[in-house]
């Protein structure tokens, strides 16, 4: 099942159930990866996970690159 970002931008979110609990993860991602008592719960907690984590790792992106730089938008 993929999961959306706003930028039209899609990952692959990898859910099963374990017991009583639902887990998943996001294949493009590491380190985003929850756990939830539904289904429903983990898709959108994986969404909110991932959105949070793409923002973090822009904003190190951005301070790492200090001032002068610049950004392209790159399509596969």
């Known amino acids: 099942m993929a999961v959306y970002f706003s930028m039209g931008q899609t990952y692959t979110a990898v859910v099963k159930r ?25 898709l959108e907690t994986l969404r909110i996970t991932l959105r949070e984590i793409l923002e973090l790792n822009r904003e190190e992106a951005r301070a790492a690159a200090g001032k002068d730089y610049e950004e392209f938008s790159i399509a596969l």
């Open 18 to 42: 374990v017991d009583a609990m639902w887990i998943g993860w996001i294949e493009e991602i590491p380190g985003v990866n929850c756990q939830e008592y539904s289904r429903e719960e983990l």
